[in-house]
């Protein structure tokens, strides 16, 4: 079975830009989360989605967005970037709805640079 | 304000050696996550500990869960060079929607 990907893989921004990443989740798993992980702060989760509905919301700006799809594929958006938003992006998924005793598959992440 | 505490932040040891890092808050938990994060990987899920006292074995790796399920610990005995990485705890507060909180993680290097 196919693990999660995300795409792309590293990624190049200036200030100002925006830009989307795209995460497919492992077949069959309905949950799809998003985290910030950058060496000052640690892992910070974004958003969850589930049934093409965001169930949980992190504390970041309304910049940060996403949007599931009905085949469960994800996507992520951030407006009008700031160095500060220079960090890996990781995307999660699991079977269900976001517990502590249902396993989270992480992807290997998207490295954003903005310069 | 981390909401949990991770330490050491970095530690660097030989083949062999045993090792324990720490997962502190001043918040209880109603379950605490292990993860391993590999460079250019995502977290691999460890082990989830749930009742306080809790003690879960996972080969070399033990980890218990404090009795008030504010801090838990990881014990790495003959510790080798694939048990490089970043470990990193997550807990659940109780009462909410799950949002976990992720401590900042213990980057660990083990020398040959």
């Known amino acids: 079975k196919a693990g999660v990907t995300q795409t792309p893989r590293y990624l190049i921004k200036t200030r100002g830009q925006q830009v989307t990443l795209s995460c497919s989740p492992i077949?069959?798993?309905?949950?799809v989360s998003w985290y910030q992980q950058t060496p000052g702060q640690g892992l910070q989760f974004l958003f969850e989605?589930?049934?093409?509905?965001?169930?949980n919301k992190g504390n970041f700006p309304g910049r940060f967005s996403g949007r599931q799809f009905s085949n469960s594929r994800s996507e992520m958006n951030v407006s009008t970037l700031e160095l500060g938003d220079s960090a890996l992006y990781l995307c999660?998924?699991?079977?269900?709805?976001?517990?502590?005793?249902?396993?989270?598959?992480f992807g290997p992440g998207t490295r954003l640079t903005v310069l | 304000t981390q909401l949990l505490e991770q330490s050491p932040q970095f530690l660097s040891i030989q083949e062999g050696e045993n090792l324990t890092v720490y997962c502190n808050s001043s918040?209880?938990?109603?379950?605490l996550q292990w993860y391993r994060q590999e460079p250019g990987e995502g977290p691999v899920l460890l082990v989830t500990?749930?009742?306080?006292?809790e003690v879960k074995k996972l080969k070399r790796l033990t980890f218990q869960f404090g009795d008030a399920r504010k801090d838990s610990s990881l014990h790495i005995t003959a510790a080798q060079p694939g048990d490089t990485g970043l470990y990193l705890c997550?807990?659940?507060?109780?009462?909410?929607?799950?949002?976990?909180?992720f401590g900042r993680g213990t980057s660990l290097i083990v020398h040959p």
């Open positions: 989605y589930f049934s093409e509905t965001q169930r």
């Open positions: 500990v749930v009742t306080g006292g």
């Open positions: 997550a807990g659940e507060v109780p009462g909410g929607s799950y949002i976990p909180t």
């Open positions: 077949s069959g798993h309905r949950s």
């Open positions: 999660a998924s699991s079977l269900e709805d976001r517990t502590s005793t249902d396993t989270q598959y």
């Open positions: 918040s209880v938990f109603s379950s």
